[in-house]
């Protein structure tokens, strides 16, 4: 099934169930979608469908970070309710140690050991990683790594 289905079927229950918060997550990311479509002009892959996602949890969470600076504790707990639904669509999160781990076998395939091969380092890894983990964590990672 793909995540368009997935979202019609679940944006029906949350209607249904009248839930307000996940019917306005799940239109945002069945927009989102949408737009995609629209520009490609054809149908998303499950590597473009995952890019989206990871794009709509980034922006929740930085924004996330922003209300927490600006104190504001009622889009705060908005926000983690949404980072939450959209979680729900992104596959299982790995710990900073199976990212370690990734990370120490693509710099021995590639052979980077240094920080001069930090942006070698960071092109080979993404991919393998994409959806998988946040980027910014990722890129401590690989620092941490190289240092």
Do not use: C, H, W
């Not at 299982?92 to 370690?100: N, R």
Request: no cysteine; aromatic share 2%.
């Amino acid at each position: 099934m793909s995540l368009k289905e997935v979202l019609n079927n679940d944006i029906k229950t949350a209607m249904k169930a009248r839930d307000k918060a996940t019917l306005d997550v799940l239109r945002m990311i069945k927009s989102a979608v949408q737009k995609e479509e629209l520009t490609k002009k054809a149908e998303l892959t499950a590597e473009e469908e995952l890019t989206i996602l990871s794009r709509e949890a980034k922006q929740r969470r930085d924004s996330l970070a922003e209300f927490i600076k600006a104190e504001r504790e009622d889009l705060i707990e908005k926000t983690k309710v949404e980072i939450s639904i959209v979680e729900k669509y992104l596959p299982k999160q790995l710990s900073a140690e199976e990212v370690q781990e990734i990370i120490r076998e693509t710099a021995k395939d590639i052979e980077a050991d240094s920080m001069k091969a930090f942006g070698k380092l960071m092109g080979a890894v993404m991919p393998k990683l994409k959806g998988k983990a946040d980027g910014n964590v990722i890129k401590e990672e690989v620092k941490k790594f190289l240092s």
